[in-house]
């Protein structure tokens, strides 16, 4: 009976993994938006993540859903608790579906900076807010007897999970300026190759004390050793990043922050695991893989349709980013 519900835990955490690898390079490049100098780099940036950016948001989409059928409580408990959050979060991608859609329907100068600021604007704010969420759900919500979140919405901006939020924000730009330099030609990428060695840095430190202060969740957990493990060789995986794009290999240097970025949400979720969401008010109250969790003939049915359906989101994923594996080229204008 457990093995389905360890399963389907394991299932969801691949998901967000996924969505935060494919997605974190598409919101990092909305970041770098902001600094392109020229129209031409503006125009380039788009054209990079134009084919996958829909497609990325599928996996949220995807473990959102798998969520509310495996874990039902969790899902009740975390999008009511963080309700005015998720609003902020759609409303972001919302301007940077529109922005990318209608940037380029007017020629008008004032047209196009307006929805180039509201596709920054759009990739930054779900960027802060997932880290603000992941450092929440780490330490823990206040919950009642039933799991319902008690505390307020500005409880959740607290220093820890605002910390999360800027290392959120940091990594994901560290990833899409990295992408650049992957997917982009000449002088714009090696400028991309810089934001990225900057960045870097910046991820860096503020990764280190969040790092410090959020080891106390992973040495309490029950998979302390598991924990440790994956934070050291996201480390490491992070310092291959960086010497990969000071030499100038942008495909290796990717894969490695790829690479950092799974490792980072499976430490977290090692430093859960078998909770969810834990109660910080009432240990008992927490919910865990094993009180939270549909029934086994539900879980059983899941299983069965996620057989068929994992594949098939995994080579589409693959087929998209073959078709359109050439690099894109900037304008001079």
Same mark, same amino acid.
């Given at each position: 009976?457990? =093995? ?11 998901? @967000? ?19 392109? *100098?020229? *129209? ?28 509310? =059928? ?9 999008? #009511?608790?963080?309700?005015?959050? +998720? ?11 529109? =922005? ?22 759009? #990739? ?57 330099? +992957? *997917? ?41 050793? @598991?924990? +440790? ?23 290796? =240097? ?6 950092? &970025?799974?490792? @980072? ?10 909770? &969810? ?54 304008? *001079?204008?």
């Amino acid at each position: 009976m457990e =093995a389905l519900q360890i399963i389907w835990f394991l299932l969801i955490g691949i998901l @967000v993994i996924g969505y935060s690898i494919l997605d974190g390079f598409d919101l990092g490049v909305g970041f770098w938006h902001l600094f392109a *100098k020229k *129209k031409g780099e503006r125009t380039a940036f788009i054209h990079s993540i134009e084919p996958f950016w829909d497609g990325n948001e599928v996996w949220l989409l995807t473990a959102g859903g798998a969520l509310f =059928a495996a874990f039902p409580p969790v899902y009740a408990t975390v999008f #009511s608790g963080f309700y005015l959050a +998720m609003m902020l979060v759609l409303l972001g991608l919302i301007f940077r579906a529109v =922005a990318i859609e209608f940037r380029n329907k007017i020629e008008s100068e004032k047209w196009v900076k307006a929805w180039d600021i509201a596709f920054s604007f759009g #990739s930054i704010l779900p960027s802060i807010l997932y880290g603000v969420a992941i450092g929440n759900i780490l330490q823990g919500l206040e919950l009642n007897a039933i799991g319902d979140y008690t505390g307020g919405f500005f409880a959740l901006l607290n220093p820890f999970a605002l910390f999360c939020g800027i290392v959120g924000l940091a990594m994901f730009a560290h990833h899409g300026a990295l992408y650049l330099a +992957m *997917k982009l030609e000449g002088e714009t990428a090696e400028r991309a190759g810089k934001w990225a060695q900057k960045t870097w840095y910046i991820f860096l430190f503020t990764f280190m004390p969040t790092l410090a202060y959020g080891v106390k969740f992973c040495i309490s957990g029950d998979y302390k050793f @598991v924990c +440790m493990l994956l934070i050291v060789f996201a480390l490491i995986s992070n310092f291959l990043a960086f010497a990969f794009n000071k030499k100038g290999k942008a495909v290796a =240097a990717f894969l490695s922050s790829s690479v950092t &970025i799974g490792l @980072v949400m499976l430490s977290v979720a090692a430093a859960l695991f078998p909770n &969810i969401v834990p109660c910080t008010n009432e240990p008992d109250w927490g919910l865990t893989v094993f009180n939270a969790s549909s029934s086994m003939r539900t879980l059983g049915w899941m299983l069965g349709i996620a057989l068929i359906g994992m594949p098939l989101v995994l080579g589409y994923t693959w087929f998209i980013h073959h078709v359109f594996r050439d690099k894109v080229k900037v304008h *001079k204008d």
